[in-house]
């Protein structure tokens, strides 16, 4: 039965919420489902074009829509990576971890890239001439100040007013929030709260 | 942060890509040249008139609705009058999944086919997921709940129960004034799982 393969590649997408190395085997198979149904309906279109052999139609009429069905799924299938990666920049920040990149292709790193440009761009223009970032603060700070323990290594860091200090596992310390944010969402720091 | 998607079921839907996907028992009204392999136990290369098939709900619809419909499709039994009676009777105590995963969204589709029936099957619908509304949100506001009911639910259903579970989550963790804590992203939480079983497995 046509569509099969479309399926498989959706039912990959539902079962699994995080993004997998990108299923390009399936994903040609799916397109040559295609190649051949348009092949075939060409040469059927043509016949009844020229013999007017009207009883081929509802056979093309029927790939027709299995074409359709096949370009929902790899659309979708897409499209649905890509949201995953959008919502990923808002979590973990504008580097992706390295398990992740190794999953994606090529054009999907480009389309990252270029989201964090505009999302960048977006951010410098918001507020006066200093830019505001959109992605700290996710729920309302109530401290500027708070408490972290370090649980990886993570090596020099520098602060806004110049400072450098060094994250060492195992090490407290007590830090700007708009600092240690993004650091807590990546799981280097560990919030300790009173 | 989730990204929403603006209209259900849209067509990037995956829900609604994997319950089209259901087979639904068609015959044929117009011979289909050079398609006999869809039909597995046919051996000729047509598909011929009078043929019973199995088409999936993508394929049977779009037929369906052609100028001069080339197949006639059969309505689930699941959504006919026996079931349907059964569900009046009592819809709490039925394991919805094990009819369809996607009982609710299957039956929307569904319902076109029968001009007939289309008032009654959306009634059928809209009162079965009322009355099982309640069980529904009884489950998720008790964190005890078995961990097993969830698969027991149908997709709409299922979702729902684990939003109510959250929300009530996150509501106890807002009455203990205990929100302002930082957390760990979740999609880190299970990269780190990831690399614990690798690490455990090699």
């Keep these: 039965m046509y569509g099969r393969k479309g399926f498989k590649l959706i039912s990959e997408l539902d079962l699994y919420s995080d993004i997998l190395p990108f299923n390009e085997a399936l994903i040609k198979e799916v397109l040559q489902e295609m190649q051949s149904l348009y092949d075939a309906n060409v040469a059927n279109s043509n016949a009844i074009r020229n013999d007017n052999n009207m009883a081929l139609l509802p056979s093309v009429q029927l790939r027709h829509i299995a074409l359709k069905r096949n370009k929902r799924c790899i659309l979708a299938y897409i499209y649905n990576r890509m949201r995953k990666l959008k919502e990923l920049r808002w979590e973990l920040g504008s580097i992706l971890p390295p398990e992740i990149n190794t999953n994606l292709i090529n054009a999907e790193v480009q389309w990252f890239q270029s989201y964090n440009k505009s999302l960048a761009k977006y951010m410098r223009s918001l507020g006066e001439d200093h830019g505001f970032n959109l992605t700290t603060n996710m729920v309302p700070p109530k401290t500027l100040y708070v408490e972290v323990k370090c649980v990886e290594d993570f090596g020099k860091l520098e602060l806004d007013d110049g400072q450098v200090i060094l994250l060492k596992k195992n090490t407290y310390h007590l830090l700007p929030r708009s600092v240690c944010e993004p650091l807590i969402r990546q799981g280097i720091l560990e919030h300790k709260s009173t | 942060m989730a990204c929403c998607q603006s209209y259900i079921p849209d067509y990037f839907a995956i829900t609604d890509i994997l319950s089209t996907e259901e087979r639904i028992s068609c015959k044929i009204e117009v011979e289909l040249p050079g398609l006999g392999f869809l039909d597995s136990s046919c051996q000729s290369?047509?598909?011929?008139?009078?043929?019973?098939?199995?088409?999936?709900?993508?394929?049977?619809?779009?037929?369906?609705?052609?100028?001069?419909?080339?197949?006639?499709?059969?309505?689930?039994?699941?959504?006919?009058?026996?079931?349907?009676?059964?569900?009046?009777?009592?819809?709490?105590?039925?394991?919805?999944?094990?009819?369809?995963?996607?009982?609710?969204?299957?039956?929307?589709?569904?319902?076109?086919?029968?001009?007939?029936?289309?008032?009654?099957?959306?009634?059928?619908?809209?009162?079965?997921?009322?009355?099982?509304?309640?069980?529904?949100?009884?489950?998720?506001?008790?964190?005890?709940?078995?961990?097993?009911?969830?698969?027991?639910?149908?997709?709409?259903?299922?979702?729902?129960?684990?939003?109510?579970?959250?929300?009530?989550?996150?509501?106890?963790?807002?009455?203990?004034?205990?929100?302002?804590?930082?957390?760990?992203?979740?999609?880190?939480?299970?990269?780190?799982?990831?690399?614990?079983?690798q690490y455990e497995f090699d």
């Design chain 2, 45 to 197: 290369e047509n598909l011929k008139v009078g043929t019973k098939v199995e088409f999936p709900l993508w394929l049977a619809e779009p037929l369906k609705n052609l100028q001069n419909s080339v197949v006639s499709v059969d309505i689930p039994k699941i959504y006919k009058e026996g079931y349907r009676e059964i569900l009046e009777a009592d819809a709490e105590v039925i394991v919805l999944s094990k009819w369809n995963p996607f009982y609710y969204e299957l039956g929307m589709h569904v319902r076109k086919f029968s001009d007939r029936d289309y008032e009654i099957i959306t009634e059928s619908l809209l009162q079965t997921f009322k009355s099982r509304f309640q069980l529904v949100m009884d489950w998720s506001q008790n964190a005890m709940s078995d961990p097993t009911l969830s698969i027991q639910l149908p997709r709409l259903e299922r979702d729902l129960f684990l939003i109510g579970q959250q929300a009530k989550i996150r509501l106890v963790e807002w009455l203990k004034m205990g929100t302002n804590e930082l957390v760990v992203s979740e999609i880190t939480t299970n990269l780190k799982k990831r690399k614990r079983e």
